[in-house]
């Protein structure tokens, strides 16, 4: 039920590469970040503070390079997703929002390092934090990195905005009967083998309690419905 005041003091918000590009042809559909920054700044307004981890699906993914070493792969994925956060930084400065970059690998020449303390620092005082090049390490995705960095800067919840509206019991485009779930724990998650994030996410997130609201990006709109308690898409959480 929607509160007309936000739900969460510090979220971290996890895009996919395909959120941003919104579904269409090209890297990023850069009208649609502008609307995704406009809502957040909405957000910020109301008190909230930010931390954002961007997906590199639009550009590549590790597994995409099929007969690469996976770990040369993986380190393809990281920079596409420093290449996602920069163009983030830009609409959001666009939009008066100060904003940092700071990445898990070091490239001083475009982004901060990533430091907790800092970070925190950052959040505190008003400022956009997005996170690049996941945790600097292979075979790790950016889901995890999300529920990794929202332990680290003390998020209330993981918000994790896709392009489908919420966790079905199956792949709901690709079966018919497949039905939406409005609330999950992470052991039925893993126990199930639902495709919801991955199994390493889940699992990290179910031993640190972090609660984590899946939900659609098909309007940009819901993240402000999300955090002011709007029931949508899937909440997942402890016993």
């Not at 939009?95 to 925190?120: H, L, Q, Y």
């Not at 998650?189 to 640190?208: K, P, Q, V, W």
């Amino acid at each position: 039920m929607e509160t007309g005041k936000p739900i969460y003091k510090r979220v971290l918000l996890k895009l996919s590469g395909e959120a941003i590009s919104a579904g269409q042809d090209g890297i990023l559909k850069f009208e649609y970040i502008e609307q995704i920054v406009n809502v957040i700044k909405k957000c910020i307004s109301s008190g909230v503070e930010f931390g954002i981890i961007v997906g590199a699906g639009n550009i590549w993914r590790g597994r995409s390079g099929e007969n690469m070493d996976r770990v040369k792969a993986d380190h393809m994925g990281m920079i596409a997703t420093c290449i996602n956060a920069i163009a983030l930084q830009e609409a959001f400065i666009r939009c008066g929002i100060d904003t940092v970059v700071m990445t898990a690998v070091e490239m001083k020449a475009f982004a901060r390092p990533f430091v907790r303390d800092e970070a925190i620092d950052l959040l505190k005082s008003g400022k956009v934090v997005i996170f690049g090049a996941g945790l600097g390490i292979p075979f790790v995705s950016t889901d995890t990195a999300a529920v990794v960095r929202a332990a680290e800067i003390g998020a209330d919840i993981v918000l994790m905005a896709k392009n489908i509206d919420a966790i079905y019991t199956a792949d709901p485009r690709k079966d018919k009967t497949a039905t939406k779930i409005s609330c999950i724990t992470y052991k039925e998650i893993l126990a199930r083998g639902l495709a919801a994030m991955d199994s390493t996410a889940t699992s990290f997130a179910m031993d640190n309690n972090i609660p984590i609201h899946v939900f659609g990006l098909d309007k940009c709109e819901n993240i402000y419905n999300v955090i002011m308690g709007a029931e949508m898409g899937t909440i997942v959480k402890g016993e």
